[in-house]
Nanobody, 119 residues
Framework: QVHLVESGGGLVQAGGSLRLSCAAS????????MNWFRQGPGKEREFVAG????????YYADSVKGRFTISRDNAKITMFLQMNSLKPEDTAIYYC????????????WGQGTQVTVSS
């Protein structure tokens, strides 16, 4: 089992920045990759950014490219999402998720952290 805890959400004005963190614990050796997802009000959950845990390769949704940066701290088993130039449409609950090496399923999810961007 992998336990994920997000932090860093909050209220920010448009154009501002926030940094989200996702700390992993438990059977972290089973993690292949970790992603950020978000779900805005009245919207379906969508992919935001991801990182391969061993190689460090990263990938982003088109809507956040150039504004968001995903990174990791291997020693602390923590993932980050630096969000710059925030827009009101970035308002959502942000979740981190871990992909299992064997099943390739995103089997582990955090509780989510609210990000609200005011116009």
């Amino acid at each position: 089992q992998v336990h994920l805890v997000e932090s860093g959400g909050g209220l920010v004005q448009a154009g501002g920045s926030l940094r989200l963190s996702c700390a992993a614990s438990g059977s972290t050796f089973s993690i292949n990759a970790m992603n950020w997802f978000r779900q805005g009000p009245g919207k379906e959950r969508e992919f935001v950014a991801g990182i391969n845990w061993s190689v460090g390769s990263t990938y982003y949704a088109d809507s956040v490219k150039g504004r968001f940066t995903i990174s990791r701290d291997n020693a602390k088993i923590t993932m980050f999402l630096q969000m710059n130039s925030l827009k009101p449409e970035d308002t959502a609950i942000y979740y981190c998720a871990a992909q299992d090496k064997v099943t390739r399923r995103y089997a582990y999810w955090g509780q989510g952290t609210q990000v609200t961007v005011s116009s």
